[in-house]
């Protein structure tokens, strides 16, 4: 018996050293090159590794020395490693031949040398070369071979990185659920290992993500994340490239000042970390800020510093977008054959470059230029080409937009069908427990007093004690089940705030479709009238999205802070129109929430209002004053005022005969709120219009 367990143990003992031998056989082989290279060649290795994310051009010479002593004392492995990092030098420089070249030789090395984890880098070296050439399909292929051979390997690293690969390379296809997919994989594989060193980039990548498909919450926290990420310790490209999405960010919500604060925050901290090509994004982006805000003077230096600083870095990307923001300076300055000539080297990086995008507000910029420059026939080139290039841009991102949302509609409609009827049955639940409830207190109560009369009859105290006690007992656990109902009330209150939190958001998700769809019609209409109809609706239509996304960002759903929206529409209205920056807006603004039956139709008044002041008041003025008045009377009464100083109402105006749409909406929408319309001349020299009412809740 002791002979058979001793022969048990032994047999045990060479299972567990086999099962070792499987567990250490994809790193055995690079174990073998560590101990076999030369110390020279370990200090090198080391020594291009740390800088190799600080400084790649200093590391060139250092690369191509490793690939020499690898190759003389015959370890693939280093070889291999240092073909990478020569790639990833060229990768830098912007010089994809190169890079490609010699990722192709590292990926070959490595697959001579049967090393599973420098395959996997290889590989991953191959697909950043191949995703910055724009060729998408070969970049997903060698990312989904690194994500192979790091899994075989057990590299946890690659595996995050290259799940991480996968999904930036799924965002350029535009397919940004398998993007989100692969992003949270990386996430969850990052988490599980431990791997904080990647969570910067990835929280970075999944916010910019999620603002191409609009959810701009989502893309707001996860940036923060990516911000306090990268900040101990400091990963300057990421941090700079986290405050540019945060910058975005603003933008999108129409926050220009905070944005030019993320915009500038990011130039300096690139400056100081000698990052040419992310200072010259953020000088172009801020550049664009300064022109909305009409500081010209900084919008011209911003965009010339992002020229050079474009040219010196050889980021042909950059200097396409540096260029065309140069371009839109000079043509808001008058320059016109200035900005044609900025605007042609645009259109020229922007078509290597392959950005769409790009071209299109390139174009858009040269037709403006051309015609302002008395050039029309090349105004009207440069116009048929914007509309092409619009027109596929739009079908294609309407497309998407649209599969996207029926994809998202479709889980919706079952998510909310279901929390409806499972918030019907607890509300009919909750109604036959109230009703049982009050059913039983009154019977309590004639049991007390039953008892009392039993008790005085009988003339026995302890009987009327004893009685007194069981119901004080029961009245106890009646109102522990009172508190808990309660309870359960108030997060069936929580829940349909955010069943409505959502009602709102989606509405504004089907008005922006429908923006998009009005966009597509106006680019296609010749007829001016027809066009400006189509704009007008638009706007209208405009105003009614922001007041659902106002409802479904703030705290209280109920009723919508009118006057930070009244701010919001009216920068919205001005940013339309190409003579927005020479209008000075004057706010006197009170404080004040209104329901969604007021807020809409008071909404489109002071739309209709603000754009016609755009179209008639200020062709023929250099500088002009719009001033917007919104105050609070006594009586829960409102006043709004739009006056302007331009040339004022035509002689004879009559508010019953005129043919325009927008003056007799306006006054059916004052009926609407049970208030007056009038109209006069304002003491700055223009048109006055007043809106009196009371707040219909």
Not at 239 to 261: F, K, P, Q, S
Not at 314 to 342: F, I, P, S
Request: net charge positive.
């Amino acid at each position: 018996m002791h002979r058979r367990r001793f022969h048990f143990w032994r047999r045990l003992k060479f299972v567990f050293a086999g099962l070792l031998l499987v567990a250490l056989s994809t790193n055995w082989s690079f174990a073998q090159v560590e101990k076999n290279a030369s110390p020279r060649l370990k200090r090198l290795s080391k020594l291009v590794y740390d800088k190799m994310y600080t400084n790649p051009d200093a590391i060139y010479d250092s690369a191509r020395m490793q690939v020499r002593l690898a190759q003389t004392e015959k370890l693939p492995g280093y070889e291999a490693r240092g073909l990478g990092y020569i790639s990833v030098v060229w990768n830098w420089r912007n010089q994809l031949d190169s890079s490609l070249f010699y990722a192709k030789q590292s990926r070959d090395v490595a697959m001579r040398s049967g090393l599973p984890r420098q395959i996997s880098t290889g590989y991953n070296s191959l697909g950043i070369v191949f995703e910055l050439r724009g060729l998408a399909d070969s970049a997903l292929t060698a990312y989904k071979q690194s994500l192979e051979w790091s899994q075989k390997s057990n590299d946890h690293k690659g595996e995050a990185r290259a799940l991480l690969n996968i999904g930036m390379v799924y965002r350029s296809k535009g397919d940004f659920y398998k993007s989100l997919e692969n992003l949270h994989l990386a996430e969850a594989a990052c988490i599980r290992w431990n791997l904080k060193g990647y969570l910067a980039n990835l929280y970075l990548s999944i916010g910019q993500v999620y603002q191409l498909i609009g959810e701009e919450d989502l893309a707001f926290e996860n940036l923060h994340r990516a911000l306090r990420r990268s900040r101990n310790p400091p990963k300057y490209r990421i941090l700079t490239a986290t405050m540019e999405g945060l910058g975005d960010h603003c933008v999108a919500i129409g926050d220009t000042a905070e944005a030019l604060c993320w915009y500038a925050s990011s130039r300096q901290i690139a400056h100081d970390a000698r990052l040419p090509a992310q200072e010259g994004q953020s000088s172009a982006k801020a550049s664009g800020i300064y022109l909305l805000l009409g500081q010209l003077d900084a919008a011209v230096d911003a965009a010339q510093l992002a020229v050079d600083l474009a040219v010196r870095d050889h980021d042909t990307l950059t200097l396409g977008r540096a260029y065309h923001a140069l371009g839109l300076v000079e043509l808001k300055l008058g320059r016109y054959n200035a900005a044609m000539r900025n605007c042609g080297v645009a259109y020229e990086f922007a078509s290597k470059s392959g950005q769409n995008n790009d071209l299109v507000k390139v174009c858009d910029c040269l037709w403006r230029s051309a015609e302002k420059a008395g050039q029309p026939q090349l105004a009207l080139r440069h116009y048929r080409e914007f509309i092409e290039l619009r027109d596929s841009l739009f079908s294609k991102e309407n497309s998407l937009a649209i599969a996207r949302l029926e994809a998202r509609l479709e889980y919706e409609r079952k998510h909310t069908s279901d929390s409806l009827l499972q918030a019907a049955k607890t509300l009919q639940q909750e109604t036959i427990f109230q009703t049982k409830l009050t059913l039983e207190q009154e019977r309590s109560r004639w049991l007390i007093g039953l008892s009392i009369v039993a008790a005085l009859l009988a003339f026995s105290g302890a009987i009327v004690g004893i009685v007194f006690k069981r119901q004080n007992g029961q009245l106890f656990a009646q109102n522990a089940l009172i508190h808990q109902q309660k309870e359960s009330i108030e997060s069936a209150l929580g829940e349909k705030e955010v069943l409505l939190r959502e009602v709102h958001h989606r509405v504004k998700n089907n008005l922006q479709v429908m923006i998009s769809l009005l966009e597509m019609q106006a680019a296609k209409v010749a007829d001016l009238a027809a066009l400006d109809a189509l704009l007008a609706s638009k706007g209208r239509v405009q105003a009614m999205t922001l007041i659902h996304q106002k409802l479904y960002q703030q705290q209280n759903i109920a009723d919508l802070e009118f006057d930070a929206y009244l701010r919001q529409l009216v920068s919205a209205v001005c940013e339309l129109y190409p003579d927005g920056s020479r209008v000075n807006v004057i706010y006197t603004v009170h404080s004040c929430s209104f329901g969604i039956d007021t807020a809409v139709p008071l909404g489109l008044i002071l739309n209709e209002l603000v754009t016609n002041a755009f179209k008639y008041a200020f062709d023929h003025k250099d500088k002009g004053i719009l001033k917007v008045s919104f105050v609070r009377g006594i009586q829960d009464s409102f006043e709004l005022t739009v006056e302007d100083n331009g040339p004022g109402l035509p002689e004879g105006f009559d508010l019953q005969r005129t043919e325009s749409l927008g003056m007799p909406l306006v006054q059916g929408l004052a009926r609407q709120l049970k208030g007056t319309f009038m109209v006069g001349r304002s003491d700055l020299g223009g048109a006055l219009f007043v809106i009196h009412f009371k707040s219909l809740g």
